[in-house]
């Protein structure tokens, strides 16, 4: 029902009017640049068509997404802001959605890099998934990097088994696995399973 890819890009003409899970809706016009987060509908706007360069959706576009009752193999990612709730009570809310959000766009950047699909934020992380085991342990040491530079710890955990791919998510006990690795996992640590 929703688009689940992250859209990161500039607008060369036309208008764009998008609405996203949580019911926000933003106009799109010719010379902005735009993040449209997974979980979004959208629409032109008028006569004119909306053209676009789109930097991180398009690597992934149309691929499938929902899944056919079989299960794929992949290497997952979990990461997890350490302290999360004592910091966000300390630095109070609105400078916890500032730094939240710098913190998505650096994770979001170092996910494209490595080429990893992001499937969901978990609130202070991400759950991405990678066809390379390799890329998914670079992607997460990138993420702890990126989120040290703001003065925040992550932690990381990886785990390769088989998944099932459906609209807006996974499932599987390897997805259940790689939330436990990342568990254990201390602040700036990148911890990863045996089998990965």
Do not use: Q
Request: proline letters at 3%.
């Amino acid at each position: 029902d929703l688009c689940m890819y992250h859209h990161l890009g500039y607008c060369l003409t036309g208008r764009l009017e998008c609405i996203l899970e949580d019911g926000t809706s933003l106009v799109i016009s010719e010379g902005e640049a735009f993040e449209i987060p997974p979980g979004h509908d959208a629409w032109v706007i008028g006569d004119e068509p909306w053209i676009t360069v789109d930097f991180a959706g398009m690597r992934s576009f149309a691929r499938p997404i929902v899944g056919t009752g079989e299960r794929i193999l992949s290497t997952i990612l979990f990461t997890d802001i350490v302290d999360s709730t004592a910091m966000a009570v300390r630095i109070g809310d609105s400078a916890w959605r500032e730094l939240l959000s710098r913190h998505n766009e650096k994770g979001r950047y170092e996910l494209d890099r490595f080429r990893g699909r992001e499937i969901d934020t978990t609130g202070d992380g991400f759950l991405a998934l990678f066809d390379s085991s390799e890329r998914a342990v670079r992607a997460a040491a990138g993420i702890c990097l990126a989120a040290r530079d703001l003065g925040i710890e992550v932690r990381a955990g990886v785990h390769t088994g088989e998944v099932e791919l459906v609209p807006g998510n996974v499932r599987g006990v390897a997805v259940h696995m790689a939330a436990r690795v990342m568990a254990l996992a201390g602040p700036g640590e990148v911890l990863i399973s045996g089998t990965t």
